[in-house]
């Protein structure tokens, strides 16, 4: 601990430790790689509130939904329909609805937030990290609009 201040500790006495993946910065995008029936890197994206997987990653049905969200230009997705995939992320499996969808990126897709939330994953840029909380209970079922 600094002598300056009793509030701050600078040691990890006592620490929870979480598990935690590393984050690459690919061209400054925060990367993990994650095995959805092969290693594929996501786009750890917490300016968009729902995953996306680019067509073909994911081998599951493609489903259909109504839903239609909007890309930062303001122009309306070409969403192919909604997938439940199971992915391994850290060694652990998780499943999450994805929507099925072409990106301007190579990466697999994007790991938005509905997930990022619902697993209390914490970005650490810093440290090149990222924790999830609920690392046991990630199981998402979030999205299962039509």
Request: net charge negative; glycine share 8%.
């Amino acid at each position: 601990m600094k002598q300056d201040s009793s509030s701050r500790l600078e040691a990890t006495v006592n620490a929870v430790t979480r598990p935690a993946v590393s984050v690459a910065l690919e061209h400054g995008t925060p990367s993990i790689s994650v095995r959805i029936e092969e290693v594929r890197i996501l786009i750890s994206d917490t300016g968009t509130n729902i995953s996306i997987l680019q067509p073909g990653v994911s081998k599951s049905e493609v489903r259909h939904t109504d839903m239609r969200p909007y890309e930062v230009t303001g122009e309306i997705l070409d969403v192919k329909g909604r997938q439940a995939v199971s992915f391994e992320l850290g060694g652990r499996e998780f499943n999450h609805q994805f929507l099925a969808c072409s990106l301007p990126t190579d990466a697999g897709g994007l790991l938005g937030m509905d997930f990022l939330k619902v697993s209390g994953a914490i970005v650490d840029l810093e440290c090149s990290k990222m924790s999830l909380r609920h690392w046991e209970s990630a199981q998402s079922e979030r999205h299962d609009a039509q």
